[in-house]
């Protein structure tokens, strides 16, 4: 543990009393003697934790500039000067960790893959398959093609249908079962 090493100013001073001087007097001294201490010490810690030498000096500045605006919190008889900058460093690891966390994007994820384009013959007769059954449900009479509508086209249910329309749930569902067997025998016709 760092504390055990007790006196790190030239003075005589202790960490703890260090952190005390500069929380209580802004000591400038004090700060430069926890600066020479800490700073070797803090980066390579980052360093072993994963930050690149760049980063591990920025965090290292983060740090000591937290140390130095939150000196007058550090108490002592919770913890250890050191384990307490040590704890500020690891937290302000974190959070950069969390703000520059991007996801990699993987180019073959199927997701990301455009579907492919229909060969001609297969695109018209995927609109003339469509325009069939737009036709199909318009010859369907009102009060079916307007179930079947919010049935498979707004993907409603049944029971959310009778509610709406104000109709028993029984009637939805005869009614969505007679207007299927007529688009099913009008497009059975038309092939």
């Known amino acids: 543990m760092l504390d055990a090493h007790p006196i790190a100013a030239e003075d005589g001073r202790t960490l703890?009393?260090?952190?005390?001087?500069?929380?209580?007097?802004g000591d400038k001294a004090a700060f430069a003697s926890l600066f020479a201490y800490f700073a070797p010490r803090l980066k390579s810690y980052l360093m072993r934790l994963g930050s690149d030498p760049g980063a591990a000096e920025e965090l290292v500045q983060d740090v000591m500039l937290m140390v130095w605006r939150r000196a007058e919190t550090f108490d002592p008889a919770m913890a250890g000067a050191s384990t307490w900058i040590f704890t500020i460093a690891r937290n302000k690891?974190?959070?950069?960790l969390r703000r520059e966390?991007?996801?990699?994007?993987?180019?073959?994820?199927?997701?990301?893959?455009?579907?492919?384009?229909?060969?001609?013959?297969?695109?018209?007769e995927s609109v003339e398959t469509t325009y069939r059954l737009k036709a199909a449900i318009d010859s369907?009479?009102?009060?079916?093609a307007q179930l079947l509508r919010l049935a498979y086209f707004e993907d409603k249910p049944h029971s959310a249908?009778?509610?709406?329309?104000g109709i028993p749930l029984g009637?939805?569902?005869?009614r969505l079962r007679l207007a299927l067997e007529?688009?099913?025998?009008t497009l059975r016709d038309d092939v």
């Open 171 to 174: 009637t939805v569902k005869s």
């Open 16 to 25: 703890n009393d260090l952190v005390i001087a500069v929380g209580r007097a």
């Open 140 to 144: 369907l009479p009102p009060e079916q």
């Open 101 to 124: 966390h991007h996801p990699e994007l993987d180019p073959n994820d199927p997701a990301l893959v455009p579907e492919p384009e229909l060969p001609a013959d297969q695109s018209m």
């Open 182 to 185: 007529r688009l099913r025998k």
């Open 93 to 96: 690891r974190v959070d950069r």
């Open 161 to 165: 249908i009778s509610a709406e329309e």
